[in-house]
């Protein structure tokens, strides 16, 4: 089993429409997670972490659910902006080592 | 404060050839990291360094070596180039806070090798 598994995509969405990404990750140890936003030739850049069960940002909502070591990213009112690859993170208990997941690709269209 | 930069943006090398990629940052941080990302695959752990003076194997090492100069810089060398080291790399560094551990890309070398 893959240490983090993310549905590629792409997710083909309107404007305006509400998305939600899903991840799995293998390393039950995993404490911190994170979700990272990458745009097309691009660097990641981080969007938001996770803690506890979950948190919102403006129109992004990440949950967590330890137990089923399942993470989700919701995105509401989508904008053409968002279009962009976004990668679950979920971080080793041990250093300071990420384990970045393939992404999945939004495309917003108008 | 420029964060994470990385020389050169762009290179072609033939099998064989040598170079290495620079990677600084001013954010005072002591763990930078080197990845590289192959299409449709997610960003795969070289080498880090978690800090100046110390350098670790990551997932993927074989055929690199690194060096970290200071606690600004980290490189990424490459002894004898094969064309299975085509890839986009990218220097990270990170700082471990009291909201965990957050980490800073550079915009990425986009390496090809003929």
């Known amino acids: 089993r893959k240490e983090v598994e993310q549905d590629p995509g792409p997710f083909n969405v309107p404007e305006g429409a509400t998305v939600a990404f899903n991840c799995t990750y293998s390393?039950?140890?995993?404490?911190?997670f994170f979700w990272y936003r990458q745009d097309c030739r691009k660097e990641p850049k981080l969007l938001m972490s996770?803690?506890?069960s979950g948190n919102e940002d403006g129109r992004f909502t990440a949950q967590l659910n330890r137990a089923s070591q399942y993470i989700s990213l919701l995105i509401r009112d989508s904008k053409l902006s968002d279009s962009a690859t976004y990668l679950c993170v979920p971080a080793s208990p041990v250093g300071n080592m990420l384990t970045f997941g393939g992404g999945t690709r939004l495309m917003v269209k108008p | 404060n420029a964060g994470v930069t990385q020389t050169p943006k762009f290179q072609v090398l033939k099998t064989g050839q040598s170079m290495t990629l620079q990677c600084a940052q001013d954010?005072?941080?002591?763990?930078m990291y080197w990845y590289r990302q192959d299409p449709g695959m997610g960003l795969r752990l070289i080498y880090y360094?978690?800090?100046?003076?110390?350098?670790d194997k990551g997932e993927v090492p074989n055929g690199y070596n690194v060096s970290r100069l200071n606690k600004r810089e980290f490189s990424l060398r490459l002894e004898s180039a094969a064309p299975s080291q085509t890839s986009v790399y990218f220097c990270?560094?990170?700082?471990?806070?009291?909201?965990?551990?957050?980490?800073?890309f550079g915009p990425g070398t986009r390496l090809t090798v003929l």
């Open positions: 990270a560094s990170s700082e471990t806070g009291t909201s965990g551990i957050t980490q800073y």
């Open positions: 954010m005072n941080h002591n763990s």
């Open positions: 996770v803690y506890s």
């Open positions: 360094s978690a800090s100046e003076g110390t350098t």
């Open positions: 390393n039950s140890a995993s404490q911190s």
